[in-house]
């Protein structure tokens, strides 16, 4: 058994770069020793997208970009026995499998191994009315929409599983993220489940590790505060782990980007609520007193995390149908343009009362106010700021599409209806997802693998 075990993270969310992967791959064949990559494509809504995705097509219901993401390192990966680990299979993991099964064929490797987690959709065992609510928006009203799906955050054993069983390529759905980076230095070390300690550096890695190039500079980037070499070529981070618990974080070489002391913190800190008690589906982490150490160019060590019993209960997100987004957008330029996209948005919002259009409206005066201001638009409404262009965007919420798509249509009316020099309009609908999140226990659940091979996979 090696003493370090490198694990290299090759997405941070579903939309992220498709080729990030191979420079990741690159520098840890070069490095030699054992290793393995993960892709972590999910979001809290994404898998509610991709459970309406398949409810068009049973087919679909994946990561889009799947093919994309592991085509140009699939062959190398199980040439040099790197074990790939992904949610990319988000409502539909098994159809991922067969997606990666024809791929695999194609690239003359008729043998290869694909595990495939369920478990984590738990619409049929679990029941609204009595397991606990868990939402931080407390008070959040749902509307008693109809449910769209219903996912439980699985820990790291059904993918430790599916890896001693002697999967090449393990596709799960939801997952808790830390458990991508954890799963393979169990199967690698052996550690214990109740190892807390050992746990936490894996779950620590992984958190470190899940948002991708977060954690090389991309969110830190702030050009003339917080510059990074090369940002259009930044590279994807990698972890090196000790059986005894060390942790250093570096990236793919010849790729831009940095790891620094203060990336480290941020990313450490991201989606914190409480630093002494982070909950993961694997151990509960207290980041309290960790230290963090430059020791080289682009390698960070991280020490003094440590871990807890995992929690007893399991969170499982719900995601119910909230109705219709509709977005129209119309742009106004040149002399007087503030007037003419104030009174834009004006005629906007007494076309949808004339209409008697059943939706709540908000308006955005891009390039005067939008980040900062409320429904009621008072920022734009007082602003005196008179800029080259403004992109006036009407955004309403309905039940229904007819009534998102008509609302959204009456900014292409103003093309001929007025005011003067509107251009580059844009209309559409999209389906609205909302969520709240329940605990579940363990013992609700019934997680576990199943083990396919490229040439046997239709």
């Given at each position: 058994m090696s003493a370090i075990y490198r694990v290299g993270n090759c997405s941070g969310f579903s939309g992220d770069r498709v080729d990030a992967a191979v420079p990741v791959v690159d520098t840890l064949i070069a490095l030699g020793g054992p290793c393995a990559i993960f892709f972590e494509t999910l979001g809290e809504r994404t898998v509610a997208l991709a459970q309406l995705e398949k409810r068009r097509d049973p087919d679909r219901g994946y990561e889009p970009m799947l093919e994309r993401l592991i085509e140009p390192v699939l062959v190398r990966c199980a040439k040099h026995g790197i074990p790939i680990i992904g949610n990319f299979g988000a409502a539909n993991p098994a159809g991922a499998a067969k997606v990666i099964a024809r791929l695999a064929r194609r690239l003359g490797l008729p043998d290869l191994k694909i595990g495939v987690v369920h478990g984590d959709d738990v619409r049929d065992r679990l029941n609204l009315e009595t397991h606990e609510v868990y939402e931080a928006d407390t008070g959040l009203d749902m509307g008693g929409g109809e449910v769209v799906s219903a996912n439980a955050y699985l820990d790291a054993k059904p993918i430790v599983d599916a890896l001693k069983a002697g999967a090449q390529i393990v596709v799960t759905g939801r997952t808790g993220d830390p458990s991508l980076c954890l799963a393979p230095l169990i199967h690698h070390f052996g550690w214990a489940y109740d190892d807390w300690e050992k746990m936490a550096v894996g779950a620590t890695a992984g958190h470190l590790l899940e948002c991708g190039a977060q954690l090389t500079g991309g969110y830190y980037y702030d050009p003339g505060y917080k510059d990074i070499p090369d940002p259009a070529n930044i590279g994807f981070p990698i972890a090196e782990i000790t059986a005894e618990g060390g942790l250093v974080v570096t990236k793919a070489t010849s790729t831009g980007g940095l790891v620094n002391a203060q990336i480290v913190k941020e990313q450490l800190l991201y989606e914190i609520h409480d630093p002494r008690h982070y909950i993961t589906p694997d151990v509960i982490l207290d980041f309290s007193g960790v230290?963090?150490?430059?020791?080289?160019?682009?390698?960070?060590?991280?020490?003094?995390?440590?871990?807890?019993?995992?929690?007893?209960?399991?969170?499982?997100?719900?995601?119910?149908?909230?109705?219709?987004?509709?977005?129209?957008?119309?742009?106004?330029?040149?002399?007087?343009?503030?007037?003419?996209?104030?009174?834009?948005?004006?005629?906007?919002?007494?076309?949808?009362?004339?209409?008697?259009?059943?939706?709540?409206?908000?308006?955005?005066?891009?390039?005067?106010?939008?980040?900062?201001?409320?429904?009621?638009?008072?920022?734009?409404?007082?602003?005196?700021?008179?800029?080259?262009?403004?992109?006036?965007?009407?955004?309403?919420?309905?039940?229904?599409?007819?009534?998102?798509?008509?609302?959204?249509?009456?900014?292409?009316?103003?093309?001929?209806?007025?005011?003067?020099?509107?251009?580059?309009?844009?209309?559409?609908?999209?389906?609205?997802?909302?969520?709240?999140?329940?605990?579940?226990?363990?013992?609700?659940?019934?997680?576990?693998?199943?083990?396919?091979?490229?040439?046997?996979?239709?």
């Open positions: 230290t963090v150490t430059e020791i080289g160019k682009d390698r960070v060590e991280v020490k003094g995390f440590k871990g807890s019993p995992a929690p007893t209960t399991i969170k499982a997100t719900v995601c119910f149908d909230g109705g219709w987004l509709g977005e129209g957008e119309i742009s106004y330029a040149g002399p007087n343009c503030r007037a003419r996209a104030r009174a834009a948005a004006d005629v906007l919002l007494e076309r949808l009362k004339i209409r008697k259009l059943d939706v709540q409206a908000r308006i955005d005066l891009i390039g005067v106010s939008s980040v900062h201001d409320g429904d009621s638009g008072d920022k734009w409404r007082s602003s005196v700021q008179e800029p080259d262009d403004i992109r006036v965007r009407l955004a309403v919420s309905a039940r229904t599409q007819d009534d998102a798509d008509q609302a959204a249509r009456e900014a292409l009316a103003l093309y001929c209806c007025g005011p003067a020099g509107g251009g580059g309009v844009r209309w559409r609908t999209t389906p609205r997802i909302r969520t709240q999140s329940y605990l579940m226990l363990p013992t609700d659940l019934a997680p576990g693998f199943s083990l396919h091979v490229a040439k046997e996979l239709a």
